[in-house]
């Protein structure tokens, strides 16, 4: 079955701790990307990439980091994570071209709270 | 860059009526123009596009229609039944080539 796989679903940490939200897909998609959705403010794209080894900063990249070693996967790393960034934050992938020229293919989100 | 405005926020509606969002965009190059469907619990599903080289684009009761001179698009569903109750985003896709999202409409159809 087609899919974006993300895991943890729900997460709930501490200030400063480090984590990972890991993302992958099965379609053999280019271009992946991280959203967080938070109400009243639809879905923000935090990075994207391209192709592999292509990363770069969508609107709100500040806290986050990610890397595109492999084609499939698309990890997002919170290095010193912040109340701010409580949130539901969704992978989505698609074909080729980015965002903006074809169907976004979405995981089922990760809830994070951050205390 | 893009920024695209939707409304309402919330809808309710009666089951078999009508409902419809709008959305307002404000990059006059954008040219891709895709709703998606966010069920609870669930990511968003894309259910209709459209591109800027046409008025008006239906799927059984899902419709878009967009109005390039003003710089809207608009999402109908007629007919409306229990499982169309979903968040609604609207999205535009600016000359770079990225998609901006709306802030969501939740449609809520009561029997």
């Known amino acids: 079955e087609a899919q974006v796989t993300q895991n943890p679903r729900y997460l709930i940490t501490v200030t400063g701790k480090k984590l990972t939200v890991t993302c992958s897909q099965n379609?053999?998609?280019?271009?992946m990307s991280w959203y967080r959705q938070d109400p009243g403010l639809g879905l923000r794209q935090i990075y994207y990439?391209?192709?592999?080894?292509?990363?770069d900063k969508g609107d709100v990249p500040e806290g986050y980091k990610v890397s595109r070693k492999e084609k499939r996967n698309f990890p997002l790393i919170l290095e010193s994570p912040s109340p701010n960034q409580t949130s539901l934050y969704f992978c989505?992938?698609?074909?080729?071209?980015?965002?903006?020229?074809?169907?976004?293919?979405f995981g089922e989100g990760s809830r994070l709270t951050v205390l | 860059g893009e920024n695209v405005e939707q409304h309402p926020s919330t809808l309710s509606v009666q089951e078999g009526d009508s409902a419809v969002i709008k959305c307002t965009y404000s990059?006059?190059?954008?040219?891709?123009f895709p709703w998606y469907k966010q069920e609870l619990g669930k990511g968003p599903q894309l259910i209709i596009d459209?591109?800027?080289?046409?008025g008006e684009k239906k799927d059984q009761r899902i419709a878009v229609t967009l109005n390039k001179t003003a710089k809207h698009f608009s999402l109908h569903i007629t007919e409306t039944q229990p499982e169309d109750s979903a968040v609604y985003f609207c999205?535009?896709?600016?000359?770079?080539?990225?998609?901006?999202f709306g802030a969501g409409t939740q449609v809520v159809v009561t029997p």
């Open positions: 989505a992938s698609s074909l080729s071209g980015g965002a903006g020229t074809g169907e976004l293919f």
């Open positions: 379609m053999n998609h280019e271009y």
């Open positions: 990439s391209m192709n592999v080894e292509v990363t």
């Open positions: 990059d006059s190059a954008s040219n891709y």
């Open positions: 459209i591109r800027s080289n046409v």
């Open positions: 999205a535009a896709s600016d000359s770079w080539g990225k998609l901006q």
